[in-house]
């Protein structure tokens, strides 16, 4: 029985793929993998393809894919009609709430604007402290917007902290931990239950080694 497996491209592509690699999966040819979208293993009957992360939710949503390697903020920011079932370990970093220094948005009284990729995770962490903000969505590059007088502060993604630094900008708080998660589709698990457990259970191997 085929399983379909949606691998998160960019930032999580490699390491995914990689630990892939090292339970004896046939993902080789995604590396030289040109303008070719979908491939199939065929010792193992299984088809990957590279989508972006929100897009990796829709297709293990829709059935398309059983089995989906993503990102725990997309998923914290999108909708949740499947099961989460294994953290990778792998992709680490945290959401923060940062902005430039002494000028922390819970300080202000009034209206607080936050520039963020996650309005859903920025609302929800504002609305937990009793404060209610306006969100402008950033596509990428969110720390120029505080920068640039756009917004108060952001809720992004941090990792080595880098970017905030050379940016001039502080963290005020962090709001969780993240890292790359394994979803499957809900009825994949019962229809495909002993093919997807499998992959689950090498998975969970290279998981713990990280
Ligand atoms: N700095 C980082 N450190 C570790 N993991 C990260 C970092 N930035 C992103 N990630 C993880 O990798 C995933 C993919 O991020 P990536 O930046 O490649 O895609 P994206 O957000 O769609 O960006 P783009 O629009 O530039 O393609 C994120 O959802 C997150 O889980
Ligand atoms: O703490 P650091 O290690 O510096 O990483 C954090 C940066 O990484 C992510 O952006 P990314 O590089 O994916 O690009 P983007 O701004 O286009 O989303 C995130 O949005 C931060 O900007």
Redesign the pocket.
Known sequence: MTIAIALTK??LEKASIAMLKKEGYGVEALKEKGRTLVFEDTQKDIRYFLVKPNDCITYVQHGVADIGIVGKDTLMEGSDDYYELLDLNIGK?RFILGGLKGHNPFDKLGHITIGT?YPNVAKAYFMEKGREIECIKI?????LAPLLGLCDGIV?????????RENGLVVFDTLCELSARVIVNKASLKLKQTAVCAVLEDLQRGSEAC
Not at 156 to 164: H, K, N, Q, R, V
């Open positions: 960019g930032r970093c990729k596509d990428g590059s969110v720390e992004d993604i941090m990792e080595t902290g880098d970017t905030l």
